[in-house]
């Protein structure tokens, strides 16, 4: 069966520091792969999206992801964040065939302090 | 564009009784659509699945006739939590998508306490 992990539930971070978030998956056979952010109250919103093509995925707001196929992993990234990308973020993947179910992530709660 | 909602976003209601809630693909049409239910500190956990017309598809573990699912339109899907129970209350959110292979879009989800 697939699985999402996300080895970090909670990261404080400073105004303009370099943001990693860790995303592993399991599953043998092609996969898309997403990064989804809730604000506060709000509900979730699509980052960035992989589905084939150049590993390096761009986003919204600054955010970047990469897909190493040997690691299974897509792991998330801001050079410099604010205050502003406090937030819930979930990695979520959808394996092949015709299903277009997600599998999520525990997801990482970001503080990025003033 | 993509934008879906959800009514109610929050709703209270008494042990037994039953509570729909309905999500919306407002600028879109949905030929699929997916409830999940959301618990605190943890992740989204998939329901089901509907496809406009046909039967929802269940998630081991979800009861159908408890979690009752309707997709008649390919805008519209309502999940109606029947006899609702105080350990049913929970974060229920919808998503919808476009066509198979496309992108899921959130409601913003129906935060249910059963008293």
């Known amino acids: 069966a697939q699985s999402v992990s996300q080895h970090n539930h909670h990261v404080i971070l400073s105004e303009a520091a370099s943001l990693e978030l860790g995303c592993n ?16 109250g709000q509900h979730l919103q699509l980052l960035l999206k992989y589905f084939s093509g150049d590993p390096l995925v761009k986003g919204i707001k600054g955010f970047e992801a990469e ?32 299903t277009n179910k997600l599998i999520f992530g525990t997801g990482t709660l970001l503080a990025v302090q003033p | 564009g993509a934008v879906v909602s959800q009514h109610p976003s929050r709703v209270i209601c008494k042990s037994g009784t039953s509570v729909k809630i309905e999500c919306r693909s407002l600028d879109f049409q949905a030929t699929t659509m997916f409830w999940y239910r959301q618990f605190p500190k943890k992740s989204l956990m998939l329901m089901a699945t509907s496809n406009e017309g046909s039967k929802a598809t269940y998630e081991q573990g979800v009861e159908k006739d408890k979690f009752l699912i309707n997709h008649a339109s390919l805008t519209l899907s309502t999940l109606t939590v029947t006899s609702a129970h105080p350990e049913d209350s929970s974060f229920y959110i919808c998503s919808a998508t476009r066509a198979r292979a496309d992108t899921q879009y959130f409601g913003p989800g129906t935060r249910l306490t059963v008293l």
């Open chain 1, 25 to 40: 998956y399991s599953y043998g056979g092609t996969v898309n792969l997403f990064w989804y952010v809730q604000y506060p």
């Open chain 1, 67 to 98: 897909f190493i196929k040997s690691k299974f992993s897509f792991n998330l990234r801001k050079p410099s964040v604010q205050w502003s990308d406090t937030a819930e973020y979930f990695c979520a993947v959808k394996g092949g065939g015709a």
